[in-house]
């Protein structure tokens, strides 16, 4: 079965500075997706950024980039540059097949003025 | 364009009342979903829907049942709520059609507390 670990619940970072948030996961399948989802404090689930496993480029989405490392089953979101809209709940997902996605715990990311 | 919308966003029930969430697309998606989130988790499949006319269970499916009544609308029955029920349930939808990495739209929620 599919899980997904964030073993940070929560991290802060002075604003304009740079922030990694942790996540990893099992699977026993070859392809498989990657996904960084952002929740604010309205709820609303907002994609961040999306990474193909066959792909070995790291993805990038403007401040957002991912560092993916196959072989330890590892995804983290780095944000450079961090501003106070980025504040918001960060959830790691994976999803095999039918895209149905295995979302992590989340890390409550607080940035600082 | 609305995209996913959600109804109702807020309900209180008693313990063993019914009750009916609905989800509504306007984007032609294929395959549409329900998740639940429980405080201080992430999120988790309840019930998906590949494609219209299928239904198939997601991790929890426990107490609950689906409808895809057509390719834009899939509903969330509660047939006899239970407070370990109380949660806030997201609806999604994408289009999934040759690449698993199309985005996966969610609507706003809906906060159910079950007393």
């Known amino acids: 079965a599919q899980t997904v670990t964030q073993s940070q619940p929560e991290m802060s970072v002075q604003e304009a500075e740079t922030v990694t948030l942790s996540c990893t996961y099992d699977t026993s399948e070859s392809d498989y997706y990657l996904f960084w989802y952002k929740q604010p404090p309205s709820r609303q689930m907002i994609l961040v950024i999306r990474?193909?496993?066959?792909?070995?480029q790291n993805a990038t989405e403007n401040r957002f980039s991912v560092n993916f490392q196959k072989a330890a089953k590892s995804f983290s979101l780095k944000i450079s540059d961090s501003q106070l809209g980025d504040a918001a709940m960060y959830f790691c997902a994976q999803s095999e097949g039918a895209q149905k996605l295995v979302f992590g715990q989340g890390t409550r990311l607080t940035i600082n003025p | 364009n609305a995209g996913v919308t959600q109804t109702p966003k807020f309900q209180v029930l008693k313990t063993g009342q019914s009750m009916t969430l609905q989800c509504a697309q306007d984007m032609n998606h294929n395959s549409m979903y329900w998740y639940r989130q429980d405080p201080g988790m992430g999120l988790r499949l309840i019930y998906y829907?590949?494609?219209?006319?299928?239904?198939d269970k997601g991790e929890v499916p426990n107490g609950y049942n689906v409808s895809r009544l057509n390719k834009r609308e899939f509903s969330l029955r509660l047939e006899s709520a239970a407070p370990s029920q109380t949660s806030v349930y997201f609806c999604?939808?994408?289009?999934?059609?040759?690449?698993?990495?199309?985005?996966?739209?969610f609507g706003a929620g809906t906060r159910l507390s079950v007393l």
């Open positions: 999604a939808s994408t289009i999934y059609r040759t690449s698993p990495l199309n985005i996966q739209y």
């Open positions: 990474q193909e496993a066959y792909k070995q």
């Open positions: 829907s590949a494609s219209e006319g299928t239904t």
